[in-house]
């Protein structure tokens, strides 16, 4: 087993599903937003499956993560944005 294997299947992640990640502050100027609609676009294409995992911590700006886990609720992306 290669270890892009090992590491997706201790995550979950299917193996052959496309993956994006985005490392950085959540804060609002970084656009997570735009990369949430853009995967929502997208994400569909790949019948394999696709994950958007974006990784980050406060900023020293508010706290925007609320915004948008209800953006990716109201888009029907749970479990497909983490």
Do not use: C
């Not at 950085?24 to 656009?31: D, L, T, V």
């Amino acid at each position: 087993m290669s270890p892009r294997e090992e590491a997706r299947d201790k995550a979950g992640i299917p193996r052959s599903a496309w993956v994006i990640l985005s490392i950085g502050a959540i804060i609002e100027r970084k656009g997570f937003h735009y990369l949430i609609d853009a995967f929502h676009r997208v994400s569909s294409r790949f019948p394999e499956g696709a994950f958007l995992y974006l990784i980050g911590g406060k900023g020293g700006e508010s706290d925007y993560e609320p915004v948008l886990r209800g953006q990716v609720s109201r888009l029907g992306l749970q479990g497909k944005v983490i």
